[in-house]
């Protein structure tokens, strides 16, 4: 198992790194608006795109912020 100075980081900020990135979708429809990590193009590229851990934080809030009994549903769709 590697050290945690491996990492180059604390060990509180990797798990927080890794729960971050948890479920992490391209895209999410809250409230009726329309969040995505980038604009999705043909054959599935991507334009436009935000930085990774923006994007991971991002989402997170999004997610945070639901109260704990609210219903969600992912979609995998492919072009």
């Not at 798990?15 to 895209?27: C, E």
């Not at 795109?49 to 969600?72: C, H, M, S, V």
Request: hydrophobic share 35%; net charge negative.
């Amino acid at each position: 198992m590697d050290n945690v100075e491996s990492y180059n980081c604390t060990r509180e900020a990797y798990v927080q790194a890794a729960r971050d990135a948890a479920g992490v979708t391209f895209a999410v429809l809250h409230d009726g608006k329309w969040y995505e990590r980038g604009s999705m193009g043909w054959w599935g590229c991507v334009s436009d795109e935000k930085d990774t851990n923006e994007w991971y934080r991002q989402f997170a809030e999004l997610i945070d912020g639901l109260p704990d009994d609210t219903p969600l549903t992912v979609v995998d769709c492919h072009i």
